[in-house]
């Protein structure tokens, strides 16, 4: 046959499908994909993420696990029709679960994430990733190794206000910048958390599930740390978490590696302490953290026990350049035209930012989980993925290693190492029997 009449015989027959196609009954179209997922650890933020996902079309919950009964009952609430764990290891066994999302205390995320890509899973892992440097390294290594998507609960990434902000940045319209202040402000003063005793865990609690790869200790009803009203208090304790330098920091912090397109610091010094407040918990109530990146220098201070801001803030973002300054937190950003010195006396104003700002667009949450339900669909990396949240985590940790080693770092942002061997303790930590991080 010729490829003339070939081609003619071709499109014929194409013809005739369509023809077939139109005036036949039309075939039932498949149900699209919903990812099962499971959610393990049900507190506070991990409620919070599920109810995003259950908001999704995309996804369905279908399990539902913690070591905390009363938070078992609060996601029953949430997801009646989901099977009831209280070991997540069965969870991470179930073959109709698509992807886990990890709510629990920070020491537990790198093992189970881990272990989630070792079980084919995809990951939700809420931050800070880590309590070490290594912990983070091995979630990365995990998830290429076994070609799983890891999202990183960084929702700002998704907010579309942020992008903005990021675009400003990176625009040149700023100026040169020199100088990053990030900062969380409040006042706890005195009591702070409290100082609670040592007790036996209530019976509702496996404490010693909960305590996990930790070390072993008594039960503290701070060191658990549910309560109503807050956050859970866990995070002020070395053992489970990094206080407010990771917990806050890796969201601001974050948001300038995004911004300065940086893997990392250089040089980390940590000045902090205890200084004020009367409670139990480890880490500080005063912190201030200097990094030193190519070009510039960046800040995260936190207090607890003195709320004044500059801006009337108790928490941002400050890009400083040499044209403006941009302010940026979770409702909005704007721009503060700067002013120059022109000649001796005499001061300029730059007028052509004035005015510049603009409000949050966006439930960060909410588009978060959709796009690590898209990265899934896609198999191609999320805005969080795991080794972009490994840096900014990292970012935080190093500031926690430098103030715990009383020493200032360098580090290679590239190999992630640092020669000073008095910080090199810091980066790893052992953990409990039976315990082993491994991939």
């Known amino acids: 046959m010729s490829n003339l009449k070939r081609r003619t015989f071709l499109s014929t027959v194409a013809a005739g499908a369509a023809s077939t196609a139109v005036s036949a009954t039309p075939l039932p179209q498949a149900t699209p994909k919903r990812f099962r997922l499971g959610f393990i650890g049900l507190g506070r933020r991990g409620r919070g993420v599920m109810a995003a996902a259950l908001k999704n079309p995309e996804t369905e919950v279908v399990a539902i696990c913690d070591v905390y009964e009363p938070n078992l009952e609060l996601g029953r609430k949430m997801a009646p029709d989901a099977r009831v764990y209280r070991d997540f290891r069965q969870v991470l066994a179930a073959d109709d679960v698509d992807a886990v999302g990890l709510g629990t205390p920070d020491h537990w995320h790198a093992y189970m994430t881990v272990e ?4 084919g899973k995809d990951v939700y892992v809420e931050k800070p990733i880590s309590v070490t440097v290594h912990e983070g390294q091995m979630m990365v290594k995990a998830a290429r190794k076994y070609n799983r998507i890891v999202q990183v ?32 402000y409040g006042n706890e003063f005195p009591e702070g958390i409290g100082n609670p005793p040592d007790t036996a865990p209530p ?15 008594p039960f503290n009803k701070n060191r658990f740390g549910v309560d109503p009203d807050h956050y859970s ?14 917990d806050w920091g890796v969201h601001l912090l974050d948001i300038v590696l995004w911004a300065m397109d940086e893997k990392g610091p250089r040089v980390i010094t940590t000045v902090a302490g205890k200084y004020a407040i009367k409670d139990n918990r480890e880490t500080p ?27 009337d ?44 700002r603009g409000s949050a667009e966006n439930d960060t949450t909410i588009d978060h989980w959709a796009d690590f339900v898209s990265a899934m669909k896609t198999r191609k990396p999320p805005k ?49 029997a039976p315990w082993e991080l491994k991939l």
């Not at 019976?203 to 200790?217: H, T, V």
């Not at 208090?233 to 990771?246: I, K, L, P, S, V």
């Not at 941009?326 to 409702?331: A, H, K, N, W």
Request: include cysteine; hydrophobic fraction near 35%; glycine fraction near 8%.
């Open 285 to 311: 109530d005063t912190i201030q953290a200097t990094y030193e990146f190519p070009g510039f220098a960046c800040v995260y201070e936190n207090r607890i026990t003195n709320s004044q801001s500059m801006w």
């Open 153 to 184: 609960g960084t929702q700002q990434r998704s907010g579309k206000h942020f992008e903005k902000a990021v675009d400003i940045v990176r625009s040149g319209k700023l100026g040169e910048i020199s100088f990053v202040r990030t900062w969380n």
């Open 116 to 119: 989630a890509c070792k079980a």
């Open 384 to 432: 969080s993925d795991i080794e972009i949240g490994h840096r900014s985590t990292a970012t935080c940790l190093l500031a926690n290693v430098a103030l715990r080693s009383r020493q200032r770092i360098e580090w290679n942002p590239d190999t992630e190492t640092t020669d000073n061997k008095e910080a090199q303790s810091y980066l790893k930590r052992d953990y409990r």
């Open 233 to 246: 208090f866990f995070r002020w304790y070395w053992d489970y978490a990094g206080g407010m330098m990771t």
């Open 313 to 356: 803030q108790n928490y941002g973002v400050l890009f400083h350049g040499t044209e403006g300054t941009l302010f940026v937190d979770r409702s909005r950003w704007e721009i503060l035209p700067e002013t120059r010195t022109v000649e001796p006396g005499s001061r300029q104003r730059i007028d052509r930012l004035i005015g510049e």
């Open 203 to 217: 019976d509702n609690l496996d404490w010693d599930m909960w305590l996990g790869p930790a070390p072993a200790r």
